[in-house]
């Protein structure tokens, strides 16, 4: 992997990551496909919206289809019909968030699955296996990320247990090879909950590694937003400035521009293709509810600005339509218009940035993205 830093801004940074599978711009916001999947879109309209990367999840891919499957498919690019770079996180805020009767220790974790009950371990070493098998482009340390509001003792006892397994991570990484012939690239877990000194000393620790990348966890989990960009401040103010850095987890798009003034690079959430499946839409002057019967003869596309394909065929009365009937259709729809804004924020955000002017587009965004969507024609 090579990460180009093209431009700053202050602390906002316009660059290019590249791998094995291609380019991508940053700062980048990567879809969430868990399974393999992003949900209610096809690969085919991701790449045509601009999408070059993808997350997707050990945990699930490890528990359902498993790695045999995938490995005797040559891969999860090949698995998926994703030909472009795979992003993998290590399943760690799954087992912590999804798994039942889990028991924590320095050996690693064991859980029983939310599927079946069934009982499995993940360590160190078998994390970065099986991340091996399925092949991404760029995986993820095992860490340990808890919830907020956590006390000290145990934010610090899970601080320290990441820094352990991620020095195991990077031993294990350098260890073997890639199985397909592409290069893998492992990033560090930031971790530390809100506490400013455990942060700091995370990221000091995992700086002394070496990592290749670096990412930003345990934050989103509930804490107010001013406090999580604090966090991603210490953490950019501490991590290498050649390296890129990834808030996982985040957001709305009010908090990917606050975040990527504060040196971000790359971001993953749900929050796109969730709201989209439920009618809510992203514009540029905030959000809307497609069920909203005020759009029952509103034949405006949902954003006058948009040019995504939802946009320019198809109108607001018509999505409300689809959702009012149940149509697969509208779940599709709206979730490549929330995708395409997502991949539009994205972009303006660089040229911004290129242009030395990110600071006062912010602002102006900002400002246009939390007004409430005139229900009037």
Not at 103 to 129: A, C, K, Q, W
Not at 155 to 177: M, V
Request: proline share 3%; net charge negative; charged share 20%.
């Amino acid at each position: 992997m090579q990460f180009i830093i093209e431009h700053t801004d202050g602390k906002a940074r316009a660059g290019t990551i590249r791998t094995d599978h291609g380019e991508i711009s940053t700062p980048a916001f990567i879809p969430v496909g868990t399974h393999g999947s992003v949900k209610a879109i096809e690969p085919r309209e991701l790449r045509e919206i601009g999408y070059r990367m993808i997350l997707a999840n050990t945990y699930h891919l490890y528990l359902r289809p498993g790695r045999e499957v995938i490995q005797e498919a040559g891969g999860l690019h090949r698995f998926i019909g994703w030909h472009s770079t795979i992003l993998t996180d290590s399943g760690g805020y799954q087992v912590f968030s999804l798994a039942n009767l889990k028991t924590i220790s320095e050996h690693g974790v064991e859980f029983r699955s939310h599927l079946d009950g069934s009982l499995y371990l993940f360590t160190p070493e078998n994390v970065i296996d099986t991340q091996r098998v399925l092949g991404a482009d760029i995986i993820m340390v095992l860490d340990d990320c808890v919830p907020y509001p956590c006390d000290r003792r145990e934010a610090e006892k899970a601080h320290e247990l990441t820094i352990q397994w991620a020095g195991r991570c990077k031993n294990r990484f350098a260890a073997n090879e890639s199985l397909y012939g592409h290069e893998q690239t492992l990033f560090g877990i930031v971790q530390g909950s809100v506490y400013d000194d455990l942060r700091r000393n995370s990221a000091e620790r995992l700086v002394d590694m070496g990592f290749d990348g670096y990412a930003i966890g345990g934050l989103s989990v509930g804490e107010p937003a001013e406090v999580m960009y604090a966090m991603a401040d210490l953490c950019t103010s501490i991590l290498p400035r050649e390296k890129p850095r990834y808030l996982m987890g985040v957001g709305t798009p009010v908090d990917l521009l606050e975040s990527i003034e504060r040196g971000v690079d790359m971001f993953d959430c749900v929050l796109p293709t969730r709201n989209g499946r439920n009618a809510t839409v992203f514009t540029q002057n905030g959000s809307l509810s497609l069920r909203n019967a005020a759009f029952k003869n509103d034949f405006t596309p949902i954003d006058l600005d948009c040019q995504c394909y939802a946009c320019r065929n198809f109108s607001r009365a018509y999505l409300r339509h689809l959702f009012q009937a149940k149509e697969i259709l509208a779940l599709q729809l709206s979730t490549i218009h929330n995708l395409h804004f997502y991949r539009y924020l994205m972009e303006q955000a660089a040229g911004a940035i290129l242009e030395d002017r990110f600071s006062s587009w912010k602002t102006t965004m900002l400002q246009r993205m939390q007004s409430t969507v005139s229900l009037e024609h």
